[in-house]
């Protein structure tokens, strides 16, 4: 009896499969442009501290007048775009990471929030989110009367 090595690649129904998915996918390639437009997601950091929560967003190169921050129905939404810089031309550059769009990040909020003093902060293209937490009234200390 020989003994062989399986090797799954060697199956030409596996390479036939392979070769329709990438047929498929090359049906949805877009330009660089368009997947630059599709593709911006800002990076979030969050974090709670004692009397508030953090919640951070890389957004270098995007004006404070193009951000949207909301609340409705317990949800934060922070959401905006980064526009393309109309005055450079594509030819001037060699490679372009750079990602463009509009984007949306939403995030559901605690139940222990003070939504009327929620505040934002922007410094050098990082916004800061600050949601006060609400005094808990019950662990204040308090004179108990007797009567």
Do not use: C, Q, W
């Amino acid at each position: 009896m020989l003994v062989t090595r399986y090797n799954p690649y060697s199956n030409a129904d596996f390479r036939k499969g392979f070769e329709v998915l990438n047929s498929l996918m090359s049906n949805f390639e877009t330009s660089r442009e368009e997947a630059a437009l599709a593709n911006f997601v800002p990076v979030v950091n969050t974090r709670e501290g004692e009397y508030a929560y953090h919640i951070e967003l890389d957004l270098p190169g995007i004006k404070k007048e193009d951000i949207d921050i909301s609340t409705e129905d317990n949800v934060l939404t922070i959401s905006g775009e980064r526009k393309i810089k109309d005055e450079v031309k594509e030819e001037d550059y060699y490679k372009v990471e750079s990602r463009y769009g509009k984007f949306s990040r939403s995030f559901t909020l605690p139940e222990d929030i003070d939504v009327e003093n929620i505040h934002a902060e922007s410094a050098d293209g990082v916004l800061e989110v600050i949601i006060p937490k609400k005094e808990d009234e019950a662990k204040k200390p308090r004179k108990i009367e007797i009567k």
